[in-house]
């Protein structure tokens, strides 16, 4: 152990007990994440100069039932994406644990694929366009995902691999070697400065006039920020081939940054065709 290890705070995973009812800081990162999640897409809709022709694409009474829809995508798909994606021969032998999500572990690919799901859904349910709801819900995913991330902090889950870094930190039930804290690399890359990047091109570059482009963006950026981020977790359960130093979660990412390109030309190509028939 070296002298210079930053030992992990003993933090109490349940914020609040009530009786027989414990509220453990996982749910409550969760809600505070789809909660700020909601009052900025509210603030978003608000701003009609942010959109094409000043017109917002529904009412910020409509983010209500958005809400739902995506806590719902959320929590369903992250929780089989883990299952599925990352620990699907553990949870087959310990079904008992499948909705033990307060003990963490939810994905966040598959999050988004059940995110996904429920934009859609919701959209032809109110008959407006997929385009700028999944531009709305990506513009505020980041801090869904920094408050996610502190949550995996707080549950020590998703530790980073050993290193001699002076902020190495030393996680219970990881032994006495010092690790990467990568969940809070993640929290800081694809949580704040993914949003603040996200922010410069909603507000400064006007991108939600251009449909799908903040999707795309959102996309790209992630992929980016979790393929680096994944150099520094253990690798328990992550390697696709063992003795590569390829994880599940960097070969998950690769479809996100192709995907977000594509959104980005596509959105910019139907920008141009807009100025050129003006």
Same mark, same amino acid.
């Given at each position: 152990?070296?002298?210079?290890?930053?030992?992990?705070?003993?933090?109490?995973?349940?914020?609040?007990?009530?009786?027989?009812?414990?509220?453990?800081?996982?749910? &409550?990162?969760?809600? /505070? *994440?789809? $909660? =700020? @999640?909601?009052?900025?897409?509210?603030? !978003?809709?608000?701003? #009609?100069?942010?959109?094409?022709?000043?017109?917002?694409?529904?009412?910020?009474?409509?983010?209500?039932?958005?809400? &739902?829809?995506?806590? /719902? *995508?959320? $929590? =369903? @798909?992250?929780?089989?994406?883990?299952? !599925?994606?990352?620990? #699907?021969?553990?949870?087959?032998?310990?079904?008992?644990?499948?909705?033990?999500?307060?003990?963490?572990?939810?994905?966040?690919?598959?999050?988004?694929?059940?995110?996904?799901?429920?934009?859609?859904?919701?959209?032809?349910?109110?008959?407006?366009?997929?385009?700028?709801?999944?531009?709305?819900?990506?513009?505020?995913?980041?801090?869904?995902?920094?408050?996610?991330?502190?949550?995996?902090?707080?549950?020590?889950?998703?530790?980073?691999?050993?290193?001699?870094?002076?902020?190495?930190?030393?996680?219970?039930?990881?032994?006495?070697?010092?690790?990467?804290?990568?969940?809070?690399?993640?929290?800081?890359?694809?949580?704040?400065?993914?949003?603040?990047?996200?922010?410069?091109?909603?507000?400064?570059?006007?991108?939600?006039?251009?449909?799908?482009?903040?999707?795309?963006?959102?996309?790209?950026?992630?992929?980016?920020?979790?393929?680096?981020?994944?150099?520094?977790?253990?690798?328990?359960?992550?390697?696709?081939?063992?003795?590569?130093?390829?994880?599940?979660?960097?070969?998950?990412?690769?479809?996100?940054?192709?995907?977000?390109?594509?959104?980005?030309?596509?959105?910019?190509?139907?920008?141009?065709?807009?100025?050129?028939?003006?």
């Amino acid at each position: 152990m070296t002298l210079l290890a930053i030992p992990f705070p003993q933090i109490d995973p349940v914020a609040l007990q009530l009786g027989p009812v414990a509220i453990r800081w996982y749910g &409550l990162a969760y809600a /505070a *994440g789809l $909660i =700020l @999640g909601w009052l900025y897409i509210r603030r !978003l809709l608000s701003s #009609s100069h942010l959109w094409k022709g000043d017109k917002a694409p529904m009412s910020a009474d409509d983010v209500d039932e958005l809400l &739902l829809w995506v806590t /719902a *995508g959320v $929590i =369903l @798909g992250g929780r089989l994406g883990h299952i !599925l994606f990352y620990q #699907s021969g553990y949870y087959f032998s310990h079904p008992e644990e499948i909705f033990a999500i307060w003990k963490g572990g939810m994905s966040f690919h598959g999050g988004l694929l059940g995110t996904g799901l429920a934009m859609l859904l919701f959209a032809r349910r109110h008959g407006v366009s997929v385009w700028p709801v999944m531009d709305l819900v990506s513009a505020a995913v980041p801090i869904g995902l920094f408050f996610g991330r502190i949550a995996n902090f707080i549950n020590a889950e998703i530790v980073g691999s050993p290193t001699q870094m002076p902020w190495g930190m030393i996680f219970p039930g990881w032994g006495n070697e010092p690790r990467h804290p990568a969940m809070l690399y993640e929290a800081a890359l694809e949580g704040l400065a993914l949003f603040l990047v996200l922010r410069i091109f909603t507000h400064s570059l006007q991108s939600l006039k251009s449909p799908g482009l903040t999707t795309g963006i959102f996309l790209s950026g992630y992929a980016v920020a979790r393929i680096f981020c994944e150099i520094f977790k253990i690798v328990d359960y992550r390697l696709i081939v063992e003795g590569w130093p390829i994880t599940k979660g960097m070969v998950y990412s690769v479809p996100m940054l192709m995907i977000g390109i594509w959104f980005i030309m596509r959105a910019r190509s139907a920008r141009d065709r807009e100025e050129q028939a003006a």
